[in-house]
C-alpha cells in the first residue's frame, strides 16, 4: 500500500513515545456508515435547517421535531459496527500503547471496538437527561419506542428527555473536555486520526498537545492546519492506514 515511508515513521514515533494520546473526529466513523453530524454534505441538512431541530434552544421548544429528524440518524448508530480503525485504536490500548482517545464522535463505537478510556467531547447516546428536573434516565428503554413509533421520551415529571449528547448551543461537557485536555498536555505523542479539525474547542487540543512539547501524528484525507504542526502527515483512509500502524509495530 502506498504511505509505507510515513506508517513506518508513525510506529516508529509510538516505539519511542511514552505517552500516546489520540483524537478522533467524524471521519473515523465514515467507513461504519456514519454520516458527518455537522457536515453540509452529509445529508443530514437537506431536509432540515440544524439550528432549527438540533439546537438545544429548538428541542425545548419542539422535542417532536427534534426526534422526527435524529429517528433514521439513531437507526444508523445502533446498526453500525465499529471498523478496521476503531480495532486498530483498541489494539494499540490493548498494546499498551496508547493512553487514550479522544473523541467527537457520539456513536460508541470506540467501545465496542474494545477501547477501555474514551473521552467523548460532544456527549453519547447512551443516557438522556429531562430538560426539566435533570433526572438522567438510560436510553436504551427509551430508543425502541422512538424507532419503532417514533414517540418522544418523556420524564415523570413531564418534562422531554433529551439524549446526552451536545446539541448546537450547548457547551461541551466541562469535566470531559477538562480531563481530556490533561491527557493532551501530559501526552509526548499526539495523534490525530479521521478528523478535519474544523469544529472547536475540541479542534484545539492538538494544538494544546504539540505546543506542550508533544511530537504529532495525523491521518485524514484533507490537509488541515495541524499538519504543519505533525512530523507524520499522511493524507489516507483511517480504516487502511492505522491497522497498518498497528502491524508495523507487531
Ligand atoms: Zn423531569
Known amino acids: 500500500m502506498s504511505f509505507e515511508h510515513e506508517i513506518a515513521e508513525a510506529a516508529e514515533l509510538i516505539k519511542q513515545c511514552h505517552c500516546l494520546v489520540a483524537l478522533t473526529g467524524a471521519g473515523h466513523s465514515t467507513a461504519s456508515g456514519i454520516p458527518d453530524f455537522r457536515s453540509p454534505e452529509s445529508g443530514l441538512w437537506e431536509r432540515a435547517d440544524p439550528m432549527a431541530v438540533a439546537s438545544v434552544w429548538a428541542f425545548r421548544q419542539d422535542p417532536g421535531a427534534f426526534y422526527q429528524w435524529m429517528r433514521p440518524l439513531v437507526r444508523t448508530m445502533l446498526d453500525a459496527k465499529p471498523n478496521a480503525a476503531h480495532l486498530a485504536m483498541a489494539e494499540l490500548e490493548r498494546m499498551g500503547l496508547l493512553k487514550a482517545?479522544?473523541?467527537?464522535?457520539?456513536?460508541?463505537?470506540?467501545?465496542?471496538?474494545?477501547?477501555?478510556?474514551?473521552?467523548?467531547?460532544?456527549?453519547?447516546?447512551?443516557e438522556a437527561t429531562c430538560v426539566r428536573c435533570y433526572k438522567v434516565y438510560p436510553a436504551e428503554p427509551l430508543l425502541e419506542p422512538l424507532l419503532a413509533e417514533g414517540r418522544v421520551p418523556y420524564c415523570a415529571c413531564g418534562g422531554a428527555l433529551k439524549p446526552n449528547v451536545i446539541l448546537f448551543g450547548e457547551q461541551l461537557p466541562i469535566r470531559v473536555f477538562n480531563a481530556a485536555l490533561l491527557e493532551a498536555k501530559r501526552s509526548d505523542l499526539f495523534l490525530v486520526a479521521g478528523s478535519s479539525l474544523e469544529v472547536i474547542p475540541a479542534a484545539d487540543i492538538p494544538f494544546v498537545a504539540v505546543s506542550n512539547g508533544a511530537k504529532g501524528i495525523i491521518v485524514n484525507f484533507q490537509p488541515t492546519d495541524f499538519d504543519r504542526h505533525a512530523e507524520v502527515v499522511i493524507h489516507g483512509d483511517v480504516t487502511q492506514v492505522l491497522p497498518a500502524i498497528v502491524a508495523a509495530l507487531a
Open 101 to 126: 482517545v479522544i473523541t467527537q464522535n457520539i456513536d460508541n463505537l470506540h467501545q465496542r471496538a474494545g477501547s477501555q478510556k474514551v473521552y467523548e467531547l460532544h456527549g453519547h447516546m447512551r
